[in-house]
Nanobody, 125 residues
C-alpha cells in the first residue's frame, strides 16, 4: 500500500505558476502509474494529467495540455504537476492518485487505487 501527500497549492494571480508535488511513502513509486485530478466547488472531480510508470508516456486534459506538465522522479518517490499561465477556472482542489494495475495512467478515476488528501489551488483574476 502507498500513501500519497500533496503539497504546493496556494493562492496565485491569473497568469502565474505553481508546482504541485505528490510524495509517496510505503511502497516504491515506480510500481504505479500516476494521475492528477481536480475538483472545483460544485463540480465533479475531473482528470487533469497522467504519467506512465517509467515517465515516458503522458496524457493531459485538453484545456491544460499547453500549460501544465506532469513529471516524476522515481528516485525521490515524487510526482509533480507544473502549472503555468494559470486561469481562474483552474481553481480547485488537486489530488494525486496511484494506479497499481496499469503501466500507463488513465483518465478514469475508478482505475486508481490510492489517493492523496488534496491541495487547494486558487487563481484570482
Amino acid at each position: 500500500q502507498v500513501q500519497l501527500v500533496e503539497s504546493g497549492g496556494g493562492l496565485v494571480q491569473a497568469g502565474g505558476s505553481l508546482r504541485l508535488s505528490c510524495a509517496a511513502s510505503g511502497r516504491t513509486l515506480s510500481r504505479y502509474a500516476m494521475g492528477w485530478f481536480r475538483q472545483a466547488p460544485g463540480k465533479e472531480r475531473e482528470f487533469v494529467a497522467a504519467i506512465s510508470r517509467n515517465g515516458n508516456s503522458r496524457d493531459y486534459l485538453e484545456s491544460v495540455k499547453d500549460r501544465f506538465t506532469i513529471s516524476r522522479d522515481n528516485a525521490l518517490n515524487t510526482v509533480y504537476l507544473q502549472m503555468n499561465n494559470l486561469k481562474p477556472e483552474d481553481t480547485a482542489v488537486y489530488y494525486c492518485a496511484a494506479d497499481s494495475r496499469r503501466l500507463r495512467g488513465t483518465v478514469l478515476e475508478q482505475n486508481y487505487d490510492y489517493w492523496g488528501q488534496g491541495t487547494q489551488v486558487t487563481v484570482s483574476s
